[in-house]
């Protein structure tokens, strides 16, 4: 395999190639392939046959000139990355500006300064080497992304689960990037009125996050198998309870030399259908549910999971509600709460959140969902997505 890089010298008068060709020879042409053509024409059929690394490109040639050789190339999907650099005579600066619009890198003057040349030939080639290796390392990377959305994609519950539970439901899951770091997970537990319902926001978004929810998603097989193992009552605050202990133990968050801090917030509901109870359990996070037509809210505890200064007995507090009828019930991320907008770029808020629960309750959660997607991106504007967010509205009868 040639590993030499390609240089094209396009000139009309042969005595310029010539001269080009023996300033290369006082250096070291190990590296180099140089190619010459006498025309505009003949480049053009060159660049297709061949792959070119940087051009030498004479402006004034009959025929077709520096210009639409530059203009042709850089037209093409193809061609339109190789770096040109214009061969002169002209100073002027009308010239100069023309080259550079078209798209050259560079311009060299005649008669040649060999150093001048040299040196610019050398940068531009290193510089064009970089970015096909930074090219390579970001195409690796974008299908190593791909590959974990198409796994966190995976772990996230399939509507007809959801279905199975609820009479209406609706997700609103939008990572800011590829993956993220928010995830929603749904178990069906021991028979089937019973079940489980979680929204986590991990550490950061992105890659980062996404591997938190990994994390996530092989510790709460273990609960879930634990839950199904036992008889006794399902504690949603016991779960956040040993999501903190297994996670710190797991990132190692008591070794001063572990230098990520990492956890999550999140909410999680326990619903039995047949005993008509809903049991929530919250960190840093709220559950906002409709009972006799009002808007009410748990707020959760104010402690995340799994940090270093998340402590390893806080005792998470379970509440429960006996339902008789119909429940209506709502989780959310801070990414919904926290995304600025406006007029003057204020956080949309809680308050924001429950006036709009409030407006739409009595809707179709097909409907509420379409709502609420656009009511966020009115108020975004122009404002950049802030974070992941993920909104869950469910509701249930008995």
């Known amino acids: 395999m040639d590993d030499k890089q390609n240089i094209l010298i396009v000139d009309d008068?042969?005595?310029?190639?010539?001269?080009?060709?023996?300033?290369?020879?006082?250096v070291d042409t190990s590296n180099y392939n140089l190619i010459a053509a006498l025309s505009g024409e003949k480049a053009l059929k060159v660049v297709e046959k061949r792959e070119i690394d940087l051009i030498l490109l004479d402006i004034m040639m009959p025929g077709i000139d520096g210009y639409e050789v530059c203009r042709r190339l850089k037209a093409n999907q193809e061609t339109k990355d190789i770096p040109i650099l214009f061969i002169t005579s002209s100073t002027d600066e009308e010239s100069i500006v023309k080259a550079y619009e078209l798209g050259a890198v560079?311009?060299?003057?005649?008669?040649?300064?060999a150093v001048e040349l040299m040196a610019r030939v050398k940068i531009n080639l290193e510089l064009q080497s970089s970015i096909k290796q930074l090219e390579v390392l970001y195409n690796n990377l974008q299908d190593s992304i791909a590959y974990a959305a198409q796994i966190q994609n995976a772990i996230i519950p399939q509507p007809q689960l959801l279905d199975k539970y609820f009479?209406?439901?609706?997700?609103?899951?939008?990572?800011?990037?590829?993956v993220g770091g928010d995830?929603?997970?749904?178990?069906?537990?021991?028979?089937?009125?019973?079940?489980?319902?979680?929204v986590i926001d991990c550490t950061g978004h992105g890659v980062p996050g996404a591997f938190v929810t990994m994390l996530v998603k092989a510790i709460e097989r273990e609960i879930i198998g634990k839950i199904n193992k036992s008889s006794g009552e399902v504690s949603p605050a016991q779960i956040l309870q040993h999501f903190n202990k297994v996670m710190k133990k797991l990132l190692k968050q008591e070794d001063i030399n572990t230098?990520?801090?990492?956890?999550?917030?999140?909410?999680?509901?326990y619903i039995d259908k047949k005993e008509k109870i809903l049991r929530f359990a919250g960190a840093q996070t709220p559950f906002i549910y409709i009972e006799d037509s009002e808007v009410k809210i748990i707020q959760g505890?104010?402690?995340?999971?799994?940090?270093?200064?998340?402590?390893?007995?806080?005792?998470?507090?379970?509440?429960?509600?006996?339902?008789?009828?119909?429940?209506?019930?709502?989780?959310?991320?801070?990414?919904?709460?926290?995304?600025t907008g406006g007029e003057r770029g204020f956080m949309f808020g809680k308050k924001h959140l429950l006036r709009l629960i409030d407006e739409h309750k009595e809707k179709d959660f097909t409907l509420q969902k379409q709502l609420f997607i656009e009511n966020l991106k009115s108020y975004q504007g122009e404002y950049s997505r802030k974070d992941d967010i993920t909104l869950m509205g469910f509701k249930l009868n008995c």
Not at 167 to 178: A, G, L, N, R, S
């Open 106 to 113: 560079d311009y060299v003057t005649k008669p040649f300064k």
């Open 301 to 339: 505890d104010r402690h995340s999971i799994g940090y270093r200064k998340s402590k390893d007995d806080y005792p998470f507090t379970d509440h429960t509600i006996k339902f008789t009828s119909q429940v209506h019930g709502y989780l959310t991320t801070d990414g919904y709460l926290d995304q």
């Open 167 to 178: 009479d209406e439901h609706f997700v609103m899951w939008e990572p800011k990037d590829t």
């Open 13 to 26: 008068e042969k005595s310029n190639i010539d001269i080009v060709l023996n300033l290369f020879s006082l």
């Open 259 to 269: 230098h990520a801090d990492s956890g999550f917030d999140g909410g999680i509901i």
């Open 183 to 198: 995830i929603y997970l749904f178990e069906e537990l021991r028979h089937d009125d019973e079940c489980l319902l979680m």
